[in-house]
């Protein structure tokens, strides 16, 4: 086979590795904070496009029970869902941390994730369903999440993405989006910029207009489970350099400090799917390394929907700049690339400095910010601290 058609085959069967897995269809409550001995409750939220979100609420601690809690509404990356959170031991995973310690947790989950595949119309099997890219995730499911919060618990949000849930913040913020909602927000690995990723995956997805060329055969969902590619997967994880024991590394940096039993837990909960139009857009962004909205791929498409023949810049130096950030990034993520990240960073140089806190950790890869053992002592501790400071 030549590069073309190994990288292709590799992309897909990587990302249909959901397939070999039978994703508990069990409520996140269920399979993973009730067993804890925690409090949950499974909230819908319905966004003005008609997808009804699932959201997990732990409203209290297991010793912690005080009132008057202050939200918080910790939002997945990209293949991701709110299991994010939640892979670790309760001292050791991020969701039950901030319940243990006086938070109201609120957990989403983006439109096509297990827990967010309901529509008042739609149906997950319809091709319509599919039309979105994160821009949609900006306008429609964070707001909705965010003014249900807010209308639940009637305080401002703090806020906690990772991987792209750091991205649906920035583009938010910087067009003045729910900023007057938001108390402060962590960014853990934070995907702003894209054009330095050094994954091979996504470069060669990216490269050969894979999700470009799934979306014209009319794959809407990016990659459906129960598909047949999962059965070729047992086959291509035999064959060298693909190690499917260490994908998790191959994908997003070497982890320095992920034990082998939670590797199995975040097995059996990623990947999520996404839309095909959003990795599309994704790779748009990677190939041309800006943050720009979705690109019809000819100008009038783009004069249709935008008024100009190129698709509109995202303009991250409009954040308000009296936002509290806390941003976490490692050394070793080769999805949040440090130079990438370094370009987000200098969107942000007149931030007021005492609103803008970074924690860098050299050794650290894209899932150690949410899966490592000694993540609560490296970014949660800190993490904490920078919520407290903001009241
Ligand atoms: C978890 O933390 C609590 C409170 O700090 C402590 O009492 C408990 O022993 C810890 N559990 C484990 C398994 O480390
Ligand atoms: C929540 O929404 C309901 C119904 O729209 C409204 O009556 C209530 O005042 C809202 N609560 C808060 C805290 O915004
Ligand atoms: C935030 O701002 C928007 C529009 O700028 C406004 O509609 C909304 O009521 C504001 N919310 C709060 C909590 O002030
Ligand atoms: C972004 O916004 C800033 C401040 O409004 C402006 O000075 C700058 O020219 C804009 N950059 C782009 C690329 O539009």
Redesign the pocket.
Known sequence: MDYTSTTLLLAVLLFASAVAHDISHDSLCKSMVETEGYICEEHKVTTKDGYILGVQRIPVGRTSKTANRPPVLLQHGIFMDAATWLFNSPNKSLAFILADNGFDVWMGNNRGTISSRGHTSLSANDLAYWDWTWEQLVNDDLPAMYDYIHNQTGQKLYYVGHSLGTLLALASFSQEKLVNLTKSAALLCPIAYTGQVSSVFPRAIANTHLAQRAYLLGLGEFIAGGSVVGKLLEGVCRLPPIDCSNLVSTVAGPNCCIKPSTYDVFLEHAPQSTSTKNVVHLSQMLLAGNIAKYDYGDESENKKHYGQGTPP?Y?L??IPKDIPLFIGYGGKDSLSDVNDVKLLLDNLKDHQKDKLVLQYRDDYAHFDFVMAENAESVVYDPLLAFLRTQT
Request: proline letters at 0%; zero cysteines.
């Open positions: 810049l303009n130096t409009r």
